[in-house]
């Protein structure tokens, strides 16, 4: 089993900042991708950001040049930098990990900005 905790989400005006985090534990593979899924109410869980084990990144259009994706695998943690946030970007953010055996999703925190 894969536990993954969040944490960073807020309100924040439109253009700040904001910084999650994502730790992984359990039964955890030495090889797998993580990354960052969003769902705004109303709308579908869509993709943000992920990351290979080899650290190739890859991101949603909207989000590329404004969010990094960012991992220490010596801590099975994943990192979303938000930067320039718009109010379209306002939804609970879930992190995902994926192994041989499954897909794991955090609880999912909150990001609400404001315009």
């Known amino acids: 089993q894969v536990q993954l905790v969040e944490s960073g989400g807020g309100l924040v005006q439109a253009g700040g900042s904001l910084r999650l985090s994502c730790a992984a534990s359990?039964?955890?593979?030495?090889?797998?991708?993580m990354g960052w899924y969003r769902q705004a109410p109303g709308k579908e869980r869509e993709l943000v950001a992920t990351t290979t084990p080899g650290g190739r990144t890859n991101y949603a259009g909207s989000v590329k040049d404004r969010f990094t994706i960012s991992r220490d695998n010596a801590r099975n943690t994943v990192y979303l930098q938000m930067n320039r946030l718009k109010p379209e970007d306002t939804g609970l953010y879930y992190c995902w990990l994926s192994r041989v055996g499954g897909d794991y999703w955090g609880q999912g925190t909150q990001v609400t900005v404001s315009s």
């Open positions: 359990g039964s955890i593979a030495s090889i797998y991708s």
